[in-house]
């Protein structure tokens, strides 16, 4: 299916909608265990942590594991698409987030179905009957964003832009932050994004990992709380 430039635009805008609803509101990924701790209490540790997920986990096992979708898509190779969306599922230690990227992954891609009735899912359908895949977040936003016709540098960054929002929204529900503070937190957030892919994205997609240690540490210890807002 061909798309005008502004309907395509538009569809994308649409899928990094945090109202999206896929469940992203109930996670923290981690950061609820940090502000529990007091490791976290004001903007500026906020935008430190974030910038550390960035650098991490999100630009080089996210960021790549987009760049792998889009390279089995290319290719029509299922077994790929289905490897790099396990890969991304084991490097996610912590249970709560192996289990939300799942969720919300099976989400999106009901949506998609709902959405799009005329984008082709057999290889996607294809990764999950024959070659066991996960449909984490990562691999449905990746293989959405192909469909809609998304240059992979945009589908990568777009996808970067939903974390950090989403981090950035929890936050406001545990921190004593404004929602100006949050928006400009953001818009400063925004060259990292650019910088931080823009120094990997000639990687081959097998070198994707994440050295996220300490969040993932917090994020184990997330469901041990005695009093949770959020799922992880």
Not at 49 to 72: E, M, N, W
Request: hydrophobic share 40%.
């Amino acid at each position: 299916m061909m798309m005008h430039s502004g309907t395509k635009l538009l569809r994308y805008v649409q899928l990094l909608d945090s109202a999206l609803p896929i469940g992203g509101f109930s996670h923290s990924f981690g950061l609820e265990a940090y502000t529990h701790d007091g490791r976290i209490r004001t903007i500026a540790q906020l935008e430190q942590f974030i910038r550390g997920q960035l650098h991490s986990s999100l630009v080089r096992l996210d960021g790549l594991a987009i760049k792998g979708v889009y390279q089995a898509i290319e290719q029509q190779d299922a077994a790929l698409l289905a490897l790099y969306d396990k890969r991304v599922h084991a490097q996610r230690t912590p249970r709560e987030l192996r289990e939300s990227g799942h969720k919300m992954g099976k989400r999106l891609l009901k949506l998609a179905r709902s959405l799009y009735p005329w984008m082709d899912f057999s290889l996607i359908d294809e990764a999950v009957q024959e070659h066991g895949a996960f449909c984490g977040i990562t691999t449905i936003h990746g293989y959405i964003n192909y469909q809609l016709e998304i240059g992979m540098d945009e589908a990568v960054t777009g996808h970067l832009y939903t974390s950090v929002n989403a981090y950035v929204n929890s936050a406001l529900r545990l921190l004593p932050i404004g929602q100006t503070e949050a928006q400009m937190l953001i818009q400063k957030l925004l060259n990292d994004i650019d910088s931080e892919w823009s120094q990997i994205r000639d990687n081959d997609p097998e070198d994707m990992h994440s050295f996220g240690i300490a969040q993932e540490i917090y994020a184990m210890r997330h469901e041990s709380l005695p009093v949770r807002l959020f799922m992880s």
